[in-house]
C-alpha cells in the first residue's frame, strides 16, 4: 500500500475506565482532549516489541498522510458516554480497479493465539459474491465513518494519533515503499498547552502569580487535594509559551505517581517520556528527544521520572551536558519536594536550572532541619501556602468528622512498655532537644513506637467498632502499621497489616486488599481499578497510598498506626478529603494507644518522659479535631488523659 500511496482508514475504539467515562460525560461538547489522554496513556503501557513494530508502520503512513483514525465510542440517550468497546472485526480492501476484498473475524496475532487457539476468519471477493456480502460491508463500513450509527459516537481523531504516534517512528525502519524522502518530518509535534475550557480556581492563580513574581523559583505549600498538579501543568505551560526550546522535568517519589502525571500530561497534548523503569527503555527515546529539541523539530519535551532514576548516574549523565551548554531551557518539577531533601537526592539538584518549583502540602522535614533548609534554599522558599482550613471552607475538599479511640496496652504490652520508658528516661535525662538523643536512644524510641502501633488491643477495638456500626464500611482505607500483632482469628503472631485484612474478611465479611511495596505495578493497577469499580470494600496499607495516589471517592478511613510526623498524617487525611459525588464529608476513626499508669514508681524523668510523648500525640490529635465538624466532641473525648498530663491546652 505505501509503495502505492494507498490510504487506510480505520475506525478503533479505546478502552475505557469508569474515571475515563465520567471524564468523557464532563467534556461531551469537545470530548477530543479527553480521549487523547486515555488514548496517551494506553499507549504508553506496550512493551510487546511485535504491537511496537506495528506501531512503527502505523506511524509512518500517518507521517505520509496515509492513515486516517476515528474513534468510536458507545454511547446512550441517558446518560451519554458508556463503558464497552466497539468490537466488531471488519474490513475491506479497495484497489484502483473498483475490486474489493471484506473480510470478517480475526486472528489473534500472538504466539498462544497462532499456534494454540481456534480462530474463525471469513473472506469475501467482490468478483465472487453473489450475496452482496461485499457490498453490504463497504456499506456498514460508511455509514459508521460517517457517524450514522445510533449507538455510537465516532470522533475525527488523526491529528492526534499522528503526534501520538511520533514517538513510535523508527527512522531506520519504515514500511516498504516509504523513505524520509517521501515524508515531511513533523515540525513542533509536542505541543503543551492547557485542555480546551479549563478553567483554573482563584488560588490556583494566585499560586502561579506568586512563583512568577518570585522569579521562577520557589515552593506551592498547598492542602493535598487542592490541585497541585493541575496548578503546576498550567504554570509549565505559560513557561512553555515564552521558553523554548523547553524540556520540563517533573520528578515523582513513586512510580505509581509517574503515571498520574503521564496520564495529566497527555491531556495537555504532550507526550512524555516514562524514566522510572528500565533504563533500556528510556535512554535512547530519551537522547533522541534532545536531539529533537536542538533541531527545531519539537519546541516542549516532558519527562516523568522517579526520585530513584532522577539521582542515578546514567540519567544524570544525560541531561548534564544539555543543561550545562545553555542551548535549552529546562523547568524542574518536584512533586512532594521535601523527599529531595536526602542527602542523595540533594546531590543530584541540577544547579544549572533556572526554573524551579516545588509541591507538597508539607515542604518541612520532619526531625531533619538541615534537609528542609536545603530543600527551601534551592526551590526559592515556600511562595505560596494553602491551607486544609481554607480549602475545606471554599469547598474543594470535603469536610470530615473524626474519632479519637483510645485503646490500652496489654499487661504484657505494658511491662514491655515501662521497660523501655525507664530506659529511654535515663538516655534522654538532661537531653535539651532532640538533637541531643543518642542512637541508642532512637533505637528504643523506634522499638517503642513499634509496640504503640501494633498494639493488640487495637484490633479488639476495631473488631468492637466494626460490630457496633449499622452499616458494614464501603470505600474505606485501612493504615497499619509494619509491626507484628496477635491475630485475633487463630491468636498467633503476625504483621498487623495480615491480621487485619483477616479480622476484616473472615469475621466482618468485608473484601479488602493489601496495598504494599510487595504488590507489584500490575497488581497494584487491578486492586485500585477494583476499589474504584465498588468491588472491594476497602484497601489496606501500610504507607504506599500516603503519598500522591488519587482515591476521591474514599469515604471512611482506619488509623491503625501513624507516626507524630505531621506530613505522614497530613497526607493520610487528605487521602480521604478529596471530593466526590455523593460525599457529604469523609469519616476518620483514629485509634491512639493511651501510655499505661506508671504509679509513680519510675520518677519525674520518666513522667516528664510520657507527658512529652502524649503532647506530640495529641498535637496530631488537635490537627485532625480544629478542623472536624464534630471538633468539640472529638476534644471532650479526650478530656480525661488531657487533664492527667496537665495538658489541657494542647492545642
Known amino acids: 500500500m505505501a509503495s502505492r500511496?494507498?490510504?487506510?482508514r480505520l475506525v478503533v475504539s479505546p478502552h475505557l475506565e469508569p474515571d475515563d467515562i465520567a471524564a468523557l460525560r464532563r467534556a461531551q461538547d469537545n470530548p477530543s482532549a479527553?480521549?487523547?489522554?486515555?488514548?496517551?496513556?494506553?499507549l504508553d503501557e506496550i512493551e510487546d516489541a511485535l504491537v511496537r513494530d506495528r506501531l512503527n508502520a502505523l506511524s509512518w503512513l500517518a507521517a505520509a498522510g496515509m492513515l486516517e483514525i476515528k474513534l468510536a465510542?458507545?454511547?446512550?440517550?441517558?446518560?451519554?458516554?458508556?463503558?464497552?468497546?466497539?468490537?466488531?472485526?471488519?474490513?475491506?480492501?479497495?484497489?484502483?480497479?473498483?475490486?474489493?476484498?471484506?473480510f470478517t473475524g480475526s486472528a489473534n496475532e500472538t504466539a498462544g493465539g497462532l499456534l494454540e487457539n481456534f480462530e474463525h476468519l471469513e473472506v469475501f471477493r467482490s468478483w465472487t459474491d453473489p450475496e452482496a456480502r461485499v457490498q453490504a460491508a463497504i456499506e456498514d463500513f460508511e455509514t459508521l465513518w460517517q457517524g450514522k450509527e445510533p449507538s455510537l459516537r465516532v470522533i475525527e481523531f488523526s491529528k492526534a494519533s499522528a503526534e501520538l504516534l511520533e514517538r513510535y517512528r523508527d527512522p531506520n525502519s519504515p514500511p516498504l515503499g516509504l523513505t524520509l524522502l517521501t515524508v515531511r518530518e513533523p515540525k513542533a509535534t509536542q505541543v503543551?498547552?492547557?485542555?480546551?475550557?479549563?478553567?483554573?480556581?482563584?488560588?490556583?492563580?494566585?499560586?502561579?502569580?506568586?512563583?512568577?513574581?518570585?522569579?521562577?523559583?520557589?515552593?506551592?505549600?498547598?492542602?493535598?487535594?487542592?490541585?497541585?498538579?493541575?496548578?503546576?501543568l498550567v504554570l509549565a505551560s505559560k513557561v512553555a509559551e515564552r521558553n523554548h526550546p523547553l524540556v520540563i522535568i517533573i520528578v515523582c517519589p513513586f512510580i505509581n505517581l509517574c503515571l498520574q502525571w503521564t496520564k495529566e500530561v497527555a491531556a495537555f497534548g504532550a507526550i512524555p517520556i516514562g524514566c522510572f523503569e528500565a533504563r533500556a527503555q528510556w535512554q535512547r527515546p530519551l537522547d533522541e528527544a534532545y536531539q529533537r529539541l536542538s533541531a527545531g523539530l519539537d519546541a516542549v519535551q516532558v519527562i516523568v521520572t522517579t526520585n530513584a532514576t532522577f539521582q542515578g548516574e546514567t540519567f544524570q549523565r544525560t541531561i548534564a551536558p544539555r543543561i550545562a551548554a545553555g542551548t535549552i531551557h529546562h523547568l524542574l518539577i518536584a512533586d512532594e519536594v521535601h523527599n529531595l531533601g536526602a542527602d542523595r537526592a540533594r546531590a543530584a539538584l541540577p544547579d544549572g536550572i533556572a526554573l524551579r518549583l516545588?509541591?507538597?502540602?508539607?515542604?518541612?522535614?520532619?526531625?531533619?532541619?538541615?534537609?528542609?533548609?536545603?530543600?527551601?534554599?534551592?526551590?526559592?522558599?515556600?511562595?505560596?501556602?494553602?491551607?486544609?482550613?481554607?480549602?475545606?471552607?471554599?469547598?474543594?475538599?470535603?469536610?470530615?468528622?473524626?474519632?479519637?479511640?483510645?485503646?490500652?496496652?496489654?499487661?504484657?504490652?505494658?511491662?514491655?512498655?515501662?521497660?523501655?520508658?525507664a530506659k529511654l528516661a535515663k538516655f534522654i535525662h538532661g537531653a535539651d532537644s532532640d538533637s541531643e538523643i543518642n542512637q541508642s536512644a532512637m533505637r528504643l524510641l523506634v522499638r517503642r513506637a513499634r509496640l504503640l502501633g501494633a498494639a493488640a488491643n487495637k484490633l479488639n477495638a476495631l473488631d468492637t467498632l466494626l460490630a457496633e456500626m449499622d452499616n458494614p464500611p464501603k470505600k474505606a482505607i485501612f493504615y497499619c502499621g509494619d509491626g507484628r500483632t496477635t491475630d485475633q482469628i487463630n491468636k498467633e503472631e503476625t504483621r498487623q497489616i495480615q491480621a487485619v485484612a483477616r479480622l476484616l474478611g473472615e469475621r466482618h465479611q468485608l473484601r479488602v486488599r493489601n496495598f504494599t511495596y510487595r504488590e507489584g505495578p500490575a497488581e497494584r493497577d487491578d486492586i485500585l481499578r477494583d476499589f474504584r469499580s465498588g468491588f472491594l470494600d476497602g484497601i489496606v496499607?501500610?504507607?504506599?497510598?500516603?503519598?500522591?495516589?488519587?482515591?476521591?471517592?474514599?469515604?471512611?478511613g482506619f488509623l491503625l498506626a501513624s507516626s507524630t510526623n505531621p506530613r505522614q498524617f497530613i497526607q493520610r487525611r487528605g487521602r480521604l478529603l478529596r471530593n466526590a459525588p455523593d460525599k457529604p464529608y469523609a469519616i476518620i476513626y483514629d485509634f491512639m494507644v493511651v501510655p499505661p499508669d506508671m504509679d509513680g514508681g519510675h520518677g519525674d524523668a520518666a513522667f516528664n518522659l510520657e507527658r512529652r510523648f502524649l503532647e506530640r500525640e495529641l498535637a496530631r490529635v488537635g490537627g485532625f479535631c480544629t478542623a472536624a465538624l464534630n471538633n468539640e466532641e472529638a476534644m471532650g473525648s479526650l478530656l480525661d488523659i488531657r487533664m492527667k498530663y496537665n495538658l489541657l491546652a494542647f492545642r
Open 358 to 421: 516545588g509541591l507538597s502540602a508539607t515542604p518541612e522535614r520532619h526531625f531533619d532541619p538541615e534537609g528542609t533548609s536545603a530543600v527551601l534554599d534551592y526551590f526559592g522558599g515556600i511562595q505560596f501556602e494553602y491551607d486544609l482550613t481554607q480549602a475545606i471552607a471554599e469547598g474543594r475538599l470535603s469536610p470530615y468528622r473524626y474519632y479519637p479511640i483510645p485503646v490500652e496496652l496489654t499487661d504484657e504490652e505494658t511491662d514491655e512498655y515501662l521497660d523501655l520508658t
Open 192 to 232: 503543551f498547552a492547557p485542555p480546551p475550557g479549563l478553567e483554573l480556581r482563584s488560588y490556583q492563580k494566585n499560586a502561579i502569580r506568586a512563583w512568577s513574581q518570585a522569579g521562577g523559583k520557589g515552593i506551592l505549600a498547598m492542602a493535598t487535594g487542592a490541585g497541585k498538579t493541575l496548578t503546576a
Open 34 to 42: 479527553v480521549l487523547r489522554s486515555i488514548v496517551a496513556r494506553g
Open 73 to 102: 465510542v458507545r454511547i446512550d440517550a441517558e446518560s451519554g458516554f458508556r463503558r464497552g468497546l466497539f468490537h466488531v472485526k471488519t474490513g475491506v480492501f479497495s484497489d484502483t480497479n473498483g475490486a474489493h476484498v471484506a
Open 541 to 556: 496499607a501500610i504507607r504506599c497510598l500516603d503519598e500522591g495516589i488519587d482515591l476521591p471517592d474514599l469515604r471512611i
Open 5 to 8: 500511496h494507498g490510504k487506510m
